[in-house]
C-alpha cells in the first residue's frame, strides 16, 4: 500500500457468503440491479458523499476476483480476504489500515446498500470531537416478546430499545486495543466496546439502511435498489434502408434479418446489402445520438466491403449496452414484391433476436408490398423500416 494519509478510512464488509438468503449463484453483495452489483452502489454512495475518503473492502475468496476487478474500476483500495467472523474481517483491514494510522473508520455492512446522506452526516460530526464509537439507531416501534418453541413466553418492555444500524464510526487505536484484548466474538463494534466498558454515542439511524439477509428483502429493497435516484425514460428511434437489385451478379440470394433467401437476384450495397438489418441498426444508433450506419461503417472503408450486416447490429447493440438502454420491442416493416415476408418472418425473427440476445417476442417482422407501384412495384429494390423502443436512463435534462 502507497503512503496515504488520511484521518478518515472506510471499510466496506463484503465477506458474507449470504447462506440465509439462499441464493446459489451470487453471494448477497454480487447481486446486481441496473447493471450494478449492491458491492458497486455501496462504493458508488460513499464516493459520492466521502469523496476523497479512502475504502477498503473486505471479500471472501470466492468473490475475490470479481471485487477486485470492482475496486480497480473504482480506483479504491485492492480488496483483502476476511475471516469466518465478522469480528475477524475487521480486524484484518485494521491490520492492514496500520500505515494509514487513520483517526477514525466508519465500519459498513455492504448488506445494506441504501446509504443515507443525512445519516453520514451526522456520524461526520463525530469526528470533530473524541469519541470511542458512534452507531446510527432506530427507536422500536413494535411490541416485543420472548419465544420458545413458537411459543411467546415474555413481554419484553420497548422503553429504551433500539435497532442497532452500519457504518458505525469508531476510534481506530481503541478498536484496535479492543480486538487485541477480545477473547469472544461480538455482533458488532458497538458491542465490542460495550463488553470492554466504553462509551457508544446513538444518533438517529434511517428505516431504509436495513440489511439483506432473506430473499424477502431483496423483495422489499427491490424498487429503491433498481431507482436509485435514477430516472429512466423511453426513447424512440427510427431505422429506414434501401437497395437495388443488382442484374449483373450471378448470386440468386439475399439476406434479410442475416437469413439467406434464395432464387432471387442480389442486392447491391458495399457490405451484405441486408436492408432489414441496416435499418434496425440505424434505429438503435438514433436512440443513443451515435450517427448512423453510413457514418460508423462507411462505404468507403474497404474493411466493410462485403461484410456480414449481423455486425454492425452487434456494434450497435453493445454502444445501447453502455449506455445502460435495454430493448423494449422492435417494430420493422419490409416492403417489396418479392420474396413474401410472411413466408420467412418467423426465422428472421429468431435470428435478429439471437445477434441482439433478446427474447424474439420483442420482434415483430412485418412484410408489404407497394401494390406493383413505383421503384418497388417493378421489382427493382427492396426498402425497411424499423422502429425500436428502449428503456434508457434519462442524461438529457432541458432547463426548465
Known amino acids: 500500500m502507497k503512503k496515504i494519509t488520511s484521518n478518515l478510512v472506510i471499510i466496506l464488509l463484503a465477506g458474507g457468503i449470504g447462506s440465509r438468503l439462499k441464493q446459489k449463484k451470487n453471494s448477497k453483495q454480487m447481486i446486481s440491479y441496473n ?10 454512495s460513499f464516493k459520492k458523499f466521502l469523496k476523497n475518503t479512502p475504502i477498503q473492502v473486505v471479500s471472501n475468496s470466492k468473490d475475490l476476483s470479481k471485487v477486485s476487478e470492482i475496486n480497480k474500476k473504482f480506483n479504491i483500495f485492492p480488496p483483502i480476504i476476511g475471516g469466518n467472523e465478522r469480528q475477524e474481517s475487521v480486524f484484518n483491514a485494521l491490520e492492514l489500515l496500520k500505515k494509514i494510522n487513520p483517526k477514525y473508520v466508519l465500519i459498513h455492512d455492504v448488506a445494506r446498500p441504501l446509504i443515507s446522506r443525512e445519516v453520514i452526516k451526522k456520524l461526520l460530526k463525530y469526528c470533530e470531537k473524541e469519541v470511542v464509537c458512534v452507531v446510527p439507531t432506530l427507536n422500536v416501534t413494535d411490541a416485543i416478546r420472548t419465544v420458545s418453541k413458537n411459543l411467546i413466553t415474555n413481554v419484553v418492555s420497548k422503553k429504551s430499545k433500539v435497532l442497532v444500524q452500519t457504518p458505525q464510526l469508531c476510534n481506530y487505536n481503541l478498536l484496535m486495543d479492543a480486538h487485541l484484548k477480545s477473547k469472544s466474538f461480538y455482533e458488532d463494534e458497538s458491542s465490542l466496546f460495550l463488553n470492554n466498558g466504553m462509551k457508544v454515542i446513538a444518533t438517529e439511524g434511517d428505516p431504509l439502511t436495513f440489511k439483506i439477509t432473506y430473499k424477502k428483502d431483496l423483495k422489499l429493497l427491490e424498487p429503491h435498489l433498481c431507482d436509485n435516484n435514477t430516472k429512466y ?12 437489385f443488382d442484374i449483373t451478379k450471378n448470386k440468386n440470394f439475399i439476406k434479410l434479418g442475416g437469413v439467406k433467401i ?6 447491391i450495397g458495399h457490405s451484405d446489402g441486408d436492408v432489414l438489418l441496416h435499418a434496425i441498426t440505424d434505429s438503435i444508433l438514433g436512440i443513443i445520438n451515435k450517427g448512423d450506419i453510413g457514418e460508423l461503417f462507411p462505404p468507403s472503408d474497404d474493411k466493410w466491403k462485403d461484410a456480414d450486416s449481423s455486425h454492425f447490429l452487434k456494434l450497435a447493440s453493445i454502444m445501447l449496452k453502455k449506455e445502460k438502454g435495454k430493448i423494449n420491442n422492435i417494430d420493422t416493416v419490409i416492403i417489396c414484391e418479392k420474396p413474401k415476408i410472411l413466408n420467412y418472418s418467423k426465422v428472421i425473427t429468431e435470428n435478429v433476436a439471437k445477434i441482439l440476445n433478446i427474447n424474439p417476442l420483442r420482434i415483430s417482422i412485418k412484410g408489404k408490398t407497394s401494390e406493383s407501384v413505383g421503384f418497388i412495384g ?8 424499423a422502429t425500436t423502443s428502449v428503456q434508457i436512463i434519462e442524461k438529457i435534462f432541458d432547463d426548465q
Do not use: C, S, Y
Not at 425514460?233 to 437495388?244: A, E, L, M, P
Open 35 to 44: 447493471n450494478e452489483t449492491i458491492l458497486e452502489k455501496n462504493i458508488i
Open 378 to 385: 417493378r421489382q427493382e429494390g427492396i426498402a425497411a423500416m
Open 262 to 267: 434464395h432464387d432471387i437476384r442480389p442486392l
Open 233 to 244: 425514460v423511453t426513447k424512440v428511434g427510427n431505422g429506414f434502408d434501401i437497395h437495388r
